[in-house]
């Protein structure tokens, strides 16, 4: 890989994560949660896709705990290592998630000077980072690629695949296509998203993975309510 390909390239979570970064604002997906949360299902896709977990009989196994040479992957490996039974994608979700993976990820896409780090505070008090494009290109790579699969009818490799589905599952297609599109394109995105089109192995733990962040999003917005009608 030539050094400008290597400074392009975004893996799975890295790019989950720039397309929940609004392009004007800096601004972070807010939406429940919808960042943290896709997230961590894209760290446990990539891990899959790594050959360091699996899933069977609905609860994930750790295949190898040797180190990927990626501190985001590496620690989501230690957590899962350390557990003393095996959980479900939903359970590993939240715990990555609540690990601070969204952080980790913004760190690190700024450490590489794909993003640059606005330090802003609400009302002087609370922080409220921005985070604006310093490179534009692996996004644009990122979107060229799922607009070429989704409107083009392009066969969609098993990364492409998952971040279409995590992109559904936490309703962030929108930073890809325009609505219009996903009114025109909705079966397309439906059928990748569903992970039918790819092994059985990805096909399985996609759907699980959605499955999971739908009941985490559902969960915080739960929460949410309640805590906003008990004030």
Do not use: C
């Not at 397309?19 to 807010?30: F, P, Q, W």
């Not at 492409?160 to 930073?175: H, N, R, V």
């Amino acid at each position: 890989m030539s050094q400008a390909a290597e400074q392009s390239y975004v893996n799975l979570p890295e790019s989950l994560m720039l397309l929940a970064t609004d392009d004007e604002s800096g601004r972070i997906s807010s939406q429940m949660r919808a960042a943290d949360f896709g997230a961590a299902g894209a760290v446990l896709l990539e891990l899959l896709f790594s050959g360091r977990i699996a899933s069977a009989d609905g609860k994930l196994q750790l295949l190898s705990d040797a180190g990927t040479g990626d501190p985001v992957l590496d620690n989501a490996v230690f957590l899962i290592g350390k557990s003393k039974k095996q959980q479900d994608a939903k359970h590993w979700v939240r715990k990555i998630a609540d690990a601070g993976v969204k952080d980790q990820l913004l760190d690190r896409l700024t450490g590489r000077d794909i993003l640059r780090r606005v330090p802003q505070r609400l009302l002087w008090v609370i922080p409220d980072d921005r985070y604006l494009i310093e490179n534009p290109q692996p996004e644009e790579d990122i979107r060229a690629s799922l607009r070429a699969v989704v409107l083009e009818d392009r066969n969609p490799d098993a990364r492409s695949a998952a971040l279409i589905a995590l992109l559904k599952a936490t309703d962030l297609t929108g930073a890809v296509f325009s609505k219009a599109e996903r009114k025109t394109a909705k079966s397309r995105i439906d059928a990748i998203a569903s992970g039918d089109l790819m092994s059985a192995a990805v096909s399985s733990l996609i759907k699980e993975m959605q499955a999971a962040l739908m009941a985490a999003i559902v969960a915080t917005t739960a929460t949410t309510t309640v805590a906003a009608t008990s004030n």
